[in-house]
């Protein structure tokens, strides 16, 4: 979870570096990093859910035998 913080908050700063942005590509880099830290929260939060229903998983069949 304190991953997918970190990396919403690394989107939330190249935001902001990409408002403050006075060159047309320094604003396009930061829009590129805000939407690779985007998808890297939104890939964890995947996989943190896969891996919380196989555990879930495991232990229902764990608690019949």
Known sequence: MAQ???YRAN???????ANSA???NVRDR???AEAAWI???ERQE???EARA???AAVKS???LT
């Open 4 to 6: 997918i913080l970190s």
């Open 11 to 17: 989107a939330a700063k190249c935001r902001e570096d």
């Open 22 to 24: 006075t060159l047309d």
């Open 30 to 32: 930061n829009l590129r």
């Open 39 to 41: 998808a890297m929260a």
């Open 46 to 48: 995947r996989v943190d």
């Open 53 to 55: 229903v196989r555990e």
């Open 61 to 63: 069949t764990q608690d």
